[in-house]
């Protein structure tokens, strides 16, 4: 089992950066990637970014150049800056943890909101 709690996010204007964290605990060293999805209301979840335990990382589209992930594997966290936020980057963000097995985990939501 893996427990992921988030923290971070909140209300910022077009333009500016909030940085999202997500710690893991538990069975840790099962974990291959780790990353957050964001799900705005009416549409799906989706990808934002992820990162490998050996260093892969993959970026949404929308999202390259401006949102950088980072991971710290000492303290079984992931980082998501976000830079140059949009008002279409308003979502829900959800950490996520996937296993070797391909088993998932998520954490709770937390909201991003970015006001134009």
């Known amino acids: 089992q893996v427990q992921l709690v988030e923290s971070g996010g909140g209300l910022v204007q077009a333009g500016g950066s909030l940085r999202l964290s997500c710690a893991a605990s538990g069975s840790i060293f099962s974990i291959n990637f780790m990353g957050w999805y964001r799900q705005a209301p009416g549409k799906q979840r989706e990808l934002v970014a992820r990162?490998?335990?050996?260093?892969?990382?993959n970026y949404a589209d929308s999202v390259k150049g401006r949102f950088t992930i980072s991971r710290d594997d000492a303290k079984n966290t992931v980082y998501l800056q976000m830079n140059s936020l949009k008002p279409e980057d308003t979502a829900v963000y959800y950490c996520n943890a996937l296993e070797y097995s391909s088993r998932n985990y998520w954490g709770q939501g937390t909201q991003v909101t970015v006001s134009s």
């Open positions: 990162r490998s335990r050996g260093g892969i990382t």
